[in-house]
Every structure is written in C-alpha cells, then in structure tokens.
C-alpha cells in the first residue's frame, strides 16, 4: 500500500535522449511535486501542480515539462538530456494549503551516460 | 530570497548521546516548518510540522521547537536506527505549496 510511488527506480540514458518518470499517489491529495536532489543531497523544487494551477520554479529548463493524466498522477518528462541532468528526481503529493506536509516517493536516479 | 540553513553538515554521536541540530531560515512571513528524515535510497519521511514561535512537538526519541528565526531538531538518548539524515523546509515566500529545504544534517549513531 505504496502511498507515493515512482517508477522507474533507475534509469540509465544517453546524452540527449527523452525520458519520462511517472509518479502515483493513493492518498486522495489534490497537490502534486517534483523535486531534484543533487550530488550533494540538496532538494530543490523544479514544479507543483494542481488541477487549477502550475507552478513552474523558474531555474527549471523547458526541456523539463509535467503532465498530469488525473490527480492521482503526475509524470515527468524530460527532451535532449544533458549531462548536469543527473540526480535523484523525487516525487511528493500534499492535500492543498501551504500547512500540509508532503509526502514523498523513494525517488528515481537518473544517470546520464 | 527564502533560505534554510543547517548545521552541523554532519554529526556523530555515541548510543544515548543526546544533542540538537539547528535549521535556521529567513523567509517573510513564516507559514508553517516542517522536519523531514532521510535514509539512503529513500525519499524524505515527514516527521513534524511547527506553525509558531514557541511551539515543540514530539516523537519518541525527537522533540522540535520553533523560534522567530530558527528551529531546533533535539535527540534524546539516540540509537543506531536515529541515523539518517534530518531535512528542515519552509514554505516559499511567493508560493506556499513549494517548499525550500535546507541541505540537511547526516546523523550517525555508533553503538
């Protein structure tokens, strides 16, 4: 009973490769994210989105685009990966409000070949 | 701009040890702090969420207090399994729902 679940685990790709990792959630939250952790452990927010709203962190590239088939979902795609790509890309989901903690999956390690 | 600093980076502790690790942050108007704990290979486990100066809250082993400007992680009488690491946020100034983390404080318990 997986509340935040991402597939794949890993993923090994080429230099400017597309790839895409999806996220589900099973707590009925309305709030979805993606975060980057760098190689130094450093959890920075790239998007949230919920069915009214996206918010897009403005360092984040526009090779990075989410897209969202329903709530429970959000899959992240990434075009023409590059190198300064690799990192472990967590996905979180909250119910709405900016008091709600948010819950996260084990993340997907995406190495860049 | 918001920010959330940690320290130590790192910190080793004997069994039964007890210490405090420190998340202090600027943010305007602060709406809420959150702890997270990390283990390798996982994603951030929520552990509290504090709203206001003055506020403590508490689970076996850790208790976190809130003040104007910084949040404190105490450990009491930690044992091997308190090791992970220990991630503090706050939600952005000019979106709530996101949140800044700091870079977090690696906990090592040696038995």
């Known amino acids: 009973d997986t509340a935040v679940s991402q597939t794949p685990k890993y993923l090994v790709t080429q230099m400017g490769n597309d790839k895409s990792i999806k996220c589900e959630q099973n707590?009925?939250?309305?709030?979805m994210y993606w975060y980057k952790q760098d190689s130094k452990k450093f959890l920075k927010i790239m998007f949230s989105?919920?069915?009214?709203?996206?918010?897009i962190n403005e360092t984040v590239p526009n090779r990075f685009s989410p897209k969202s088939p329903d709530k429970a979902h959000l899959n992240l795609h990434i075009n023409s990966l590059e190198l300064g790509d690799s990192a472990v890309y967590f996905c979180?989901?909250?119910?709405?409000?900016?008091?709600?903690?948010?819950?996260f999956g084990d993340g997907t390690r995406l190495s860049i070949l | 701009e918001d920010q959330v600093t940690q320290s130590p980076e790192a910190l080793r502790l004997q069994e039964g040890e007890s210490s405090s690790l420190n998340c202090s942050y600027t943010?305007?108007?602060?709406?809420?702090l959150f702890w997270y704990r990390q283990d390798p290979g996982k994603g951030p486990e929520f552990l509290f969420t504090?709203?206001?100066a003055g506020e403590e809250k508490e689970k076996e082993r850790l208790k976190a207090t809130l003040t104007k400007k910084e949040s404190f992680l105490h450990i009491t009488a930690p044992k091997p399994e308190d090791s992970a690491t220990y991630l503090c946020?706050?939600?952005?100034?000019?979106?709530?729902?996101?949140?800044?983390f700091g870079s977090g404080t690696q906990l090592t318990v040696l038995p």
């Open positions: 979180a989901s909250s119910q709405q409000g900016s008091n709600q903690p948010q819950h």
């Open positions: 707590l009925g939250h309305d709030t």
């Open positions: 989105y919920n069915n009214k709203e996206l918010i």
């Open positions: 943010v305007s108007g602060l709406r809420g």
């Open positions: 504090l709203y206001s």
């Open positions: 946020a706050v939600p952005n100034t000019g979106s709530a729902r996101q949140l800044t």
